[in-house]
């Protein structure tokens, strides 16, 4: 099944998000996991310098998650949008 995942911190490419193809029952949990083996999702969400889990939020269908609460583990379904949201500043 297909899925919407957009990244929205610096450097990513496609800002509009890219489809990506899980297994049906695939949970918030288990596409994190595969999407740090791809490259271009890896260097948003594992820090390179110490190879742990980067700072991010995660949003389902705009809606926030929480990396420790139950709902990490929620099913994913045709059509669903997942928002990495990586930290930004500026001053």
Do not use: C, W, Y
């Amino acid at each position: 099944m297909k899925i919407k995942v957009v990244v929205k911190g610096e450097g990513f490419t496609s800002p509009q998000g890219e489809t990506v193809e899980i297994e049906i029952g695939t949970s918030i949990k288990e596409l994190l996991i595969q999407l740090t083996e791809d490259e271009k999702f890896r260097k948003h969400l594992i820090n390179t310098d110490t190879e742990e889990l980067a700072i991010f939020q995660v949003a389902l269908n705009r809606s926030f998650v929480r990396l420790n609460e139950e709902k990490i583990e929620t099913g994913l379904k045709e059509g669903d949008e997942i928002i990495i949201i990586s930290p930004f500043g500026g001053g």
